[in-house]
C-alpha cells in the first residue's frame, strides 16, 4: 500500500499561490516525503534525478535559470525537466516564476506554486507534514491490519 497526499492538500496546508490553476492538483499524489533544490537538474543534468520529490526553488535556483542559460536553452533544459512529472515545482521567497517554466509545466501538467515563506523555513515545515501526514497513513493502516490479525 502507497500512501500519499494531494497537490491540493499541500497548497492549501502551505498557503501557496497557484500559477497553473488549468491543472487537476486533485490527481496529483506526493508520496516521498523528500524535496529537492534542482539547480543541478536546471544545467541540465538529470542523471539520478529523483524526479517523485517536490521540486523546491530559492534565491539560487531562480537567478540561476536567469544567468546562466539563454531563454532557448532554458526552455529546452525545463521541456526535459517537467517531462520527469515531478509532483510540483514551488519557488519561496514570494519569487515569480519565469513565463516560460509557467509554459513548460503546463505542457507536461505540473503544478506551479510559490510561497511567500523564506525558502528553509519552507522546506522544514513542508519536510514535517509531510512526514506527520504519511505516518499516520501508515499507522492507521497497521492498526486496521493487526486489528484483522487478532
Not at 39 to 63: L, M, S, T
Not at 72 to 87: A, C, G, L, Q, V
Amino acid at each position: 500500500m502507497v500512501y500519499s497526499v494531494t497537490v491540493t492538500q499541500l497548497i492549501e496546508k502551505m498557503d501557496l499561490k497557484n500559477h497553473t490553476p488549468e491543472i487537476d492538483t486533485d490527481k496529483i499524489l506526493i508520496q516521498d516525503p523528500g524535496m529537492n533544490r534542482p539547480a543541478v537538474q536546471f544545467g541540465g543534468f538529470f542523471e539520478h534525478f529523483d524526479a517523485g520529490r517536490i521540486q523546491i526553488c530559492g534565491n539560487v535556483e531562480h537567478a540561476y535559470v536567469a544567468a546562466m542559460h539563454t531563454e532557448e536553452e532554458n526552455k529546452k533544459i525545463m521541456d526535459e525537466f517537467f517531462s520527469y512529472k515531478p509532483p510540483c515545482l514551488i519557488f519561496c521567497r514570494g519569487l515569480e516564476p519565469y513565463p516560460f517554466i509557467i509554459e513548460m509545466a503546463k505542457k507536461h501538467g505540473v503544478p506551479v506554486l510559490t510561497s511567500d515563506a523564506v525558502t528553509s523555513a519552507f522546506v522544514h515545515e513542508v519536510d514535517r507534514w509531510l512526514h506527520v501526514e504519511l505516518g499516520f497513513q501508515c499507522m492507521r493502516y497497521l492498526s486496521m491490519y493487526t486489528e484483522r490479525e487478532s
